[in-house]
């Protein structure tokens, strides 16, 4: 299982990105995948996350500027970043499991499977 995160880069504040995962899952369909973030000194902390059944969870962080969305047919899930801040600025990780419940979706134990994480620095 391979997931590979990508469209990280440095942007202004008040700018867009357009992070994707790219998962090399059987039954990707059937997976929960989320993005989480970890800025440096700081814990891994949950940004978003998107079930089987296309409904989808948002840290109060980001809520109203992110957004998350899958395409299963390529594989793929997408996290479209909206008025980003500086505070914004983090690794992202994207991660994935098929057997999350919905009152774990929030945390990293939840995830078998992990990409190695896009960059996405805001400057101010």
């Known amino acids: 299982v391979q997931l590979q995160a990508s469209g990280g880069g440095l942007v202004q504040t008040g700018g867009s990105l357009r992070l994707s995962c790219a998962a090399s899952l059987p039954t990707f369909s059937r997976y929960t995948i989320a993005w989480f973030r970890q800025a440096p000194g700081k814990e891994r902390e949950f940004v978003a996350a998107?079930?089987?059944?296309?409904?989808?969870y948002y840290a109060d962080s980001v809520k109203g500027r992110f957004t998350i969305s899958r395409d299963n047919a390529e594989n793929t899930v997408y996290l479209q970043m909206n008025s980003l801040k500086p505070e914004d600025t983090a690794i992202y990780y994207c991660?994935?499991?098929?057997?999350?419940?919905?009152?774990?979706?929030?945390?990293?134990?939840?995830?078998?499977?992990w990409g190695q994480g896009t960059l996405v620095t805001v400057s101010s």
């Open positions: 998107i079930r089987y059944n296309g409904y989808a």
């Open positions: 991660a994935a499991d098929s057997g999350v419940i919905l009152s774990s979706i929030r945390t990293t134990s939840a995830y078998d499977y």
